[in-house]
């Protein structure tokens, strides 16, 4: 059975401009996506896809994180960093983001 997952893919580029990510946010949005700057400045992307696994999560999602990259000017063989997570899990740690810090209850306690 497939599963919904959210794929992070992170360029080593920097310095792009808001009109490139306009652009790249609207090429991702039949998965769900979004694009913008990483904490460390350089350009990311989250994208949602369905797949029977992790690893074809990955592929998937680096392969169209890349193809977007392509048609804006971004090299696709800058991909450095790369996160595949269930969107449940996804949305168990969004949801731990919204409590305040003195609030949440740590995994496992």
Partial sequence: ???????????DTADISP?????????????DGAA???????????????????????????????AAAITHGLSPDAVIGLEVITEAERNRRNALEEVPAPYRQERGA
């Fill in 36 to 66: 913008g700057p990483a904490p460390n400045g350089n350009a990311s992307m989250r994208l949602t896809v369905q797949a029977y696994s992790v690893m074809q999560a990955a592929i998937d999602g680096t392969e169209r994180a890349q």
């Fill in 19 to 31: 009109d490139t990510y306009a652009d790249l946010f609207d090429a991702l949005h039949d998965v």
């Fill in 1 to 11: 059975m497939q599963r919904s997952f959210s794929v992070y893919v992170e360029f």
